[in-house]
Every structure is written in structure tokens, then in C-alpha cells.
């Protein structure tokens, strides 16, 4: 069976707050034929780490990473790693992911009123404004 997870499942299995629920998430990845992530899910699960579990950006990234090497996981792939190439710029996963996807959707310049976003896209060599 092709299970899709979501957050929840993504949390439980890279933290260890609640033994029985990670135990049953790695049971049923361990049981599927294939699990299917979607980016949004993987975006959920980073703001999560860093804002309830206080994971660093390293630690998020190390998280991400595991999913990664799961064989049987299906994912964009291209846009993970752009999330995960933002995350280790000292940027932020979810923002790497949503710049990939719109420069796929034919988008040119990243327009935030985030600073920090901002300089990290500009850092990277990509067009960005940051609106005040």
C-alpha cells in the first residue's frame, strides 16, 4: 500500500515525546510500499521543530535528511534540497522550497517583507525585494 503522511507522523518519528506514537509511525513507514511526503507536509514539520522543539537549523536539517534516505519515500526532491540548500545557507527550509516552486511556475524575483528571507535569496545571487 502507498500511504500519504502528514506533519503529525513527520513529527513523531523525529522526535521522541511520545514513544508509543513513534513507535507506531516507524511501524507503519516500516509496513507501506512506498510514503508519499509532500513538500507542505516536510515545510509543517521544520517550522515545528524550530518553534515547539527549539531544533536548530542543523538539527532540522539532519531531520529532513533522514526522510530523505528512506527508499521508499516519494517527494520532489529537487524542491527538498532547494529547502535544505536554504536551510544550511542559514536561511529557512520553507523559504528555499517556495522559491524553488516558483521559479519552476515561471516566477523571476522572490518579493517578501521578510528581511531575513530577502538576504538570503540575495546572498545566493537571486533577484529579491524586500517591501517595507
Same mark, same amino acid.
Given at each position: 500500500?502507498?500511504?500519504?503522511?502528514?506533519?503529525?507522523?513527520?513529527?513523531?518519528?523525529?522526535?521522541?515525546?511520545?514513544?508509543h506514537?513513534?513507535?507506531?509511525?516507524?511501524?507503519?513507514?516500516?509496513?507501506?510500499d512506498?510514503?508519499?511526503?509532500?513538500?507542505?507536509s516536510?515545510?509543517?514539520?521544520?517550522?515545528?521543530?524550530?518553534?515547539?522543539?527549539?531544533?536548530?537549523?542543523?538539527?532540522?536539517? !539532519?531531520?529532513?535528511?533522514?526522510?530523505?534516505?528512506? !527508499?521508499?519515500?516519494?517527494?520532489?526532491r529537487?524542491?527538498?534540497?532547494?529547502?535544505?540548500?536554504?536551510?544550511?545557507?542559514g536561511?529557512?527550509?520553507?523559504?528555499?522550497?517556495?522559491?524553488?516552486?516558483?521559479?519552476?511556475?515561471?516566477?523571476?524575483?522572490?518579493?517578501?517583507?521578510?528581511?531575513?528571507?530577502?538576504?538570503?535569496?540575495?546572498?545566493?545571487?537571486?533577484?529579491?525585494?524586500?517591501?517595507?
Amino acid at each position: 500500500m502507498t500511504i500519504i503522511v502528514d506533519t503529525n507522523l513527520l513529527v513523531r518519528m523525529a522526535v521522541d515525546d511520545n514513544p508509543h506514537q513513534r513507535r507506531a509511525a516507524a511501524k507503519t513507514v516500516a509496513e507501506a510500499d512506498a510514503v508519499v511526503i509532500s513538500c507542505h507536509s516536510i515545510c509543517e514539520m521544520a517550522w515545528v521543530l524550530r518553534q515547539r522543539y527549539a531544533f536548530s537549523k542543523a538539527e532540522i536539517g !539532519e531531520a529532513i535528511q533522514k526522510l530523505c534516505e528512506i !527508499e521508499k519515500v516519494v517527494m520532489d526532491r529537487s524542491a527538498v534540497e532547494a529547502g535544505l540548500d536554504a536551510l544550511q545557507a542559514g536561511g529557512d527550509f520553507a523559504d528555499g522550497v517556495v522559491l524553488y516552486e516558483g521559479q519552476c511556475l515561471g516566477g523571476e524575483i522572490f518579493v517578501s517583507f521578510d528581511k531575513k528571507a530577502v538576504a538570503a535569496v540575495s546572498q545566493r545571487g537571486m533577484k529579491a525585494e524586500l517591501l517595507v
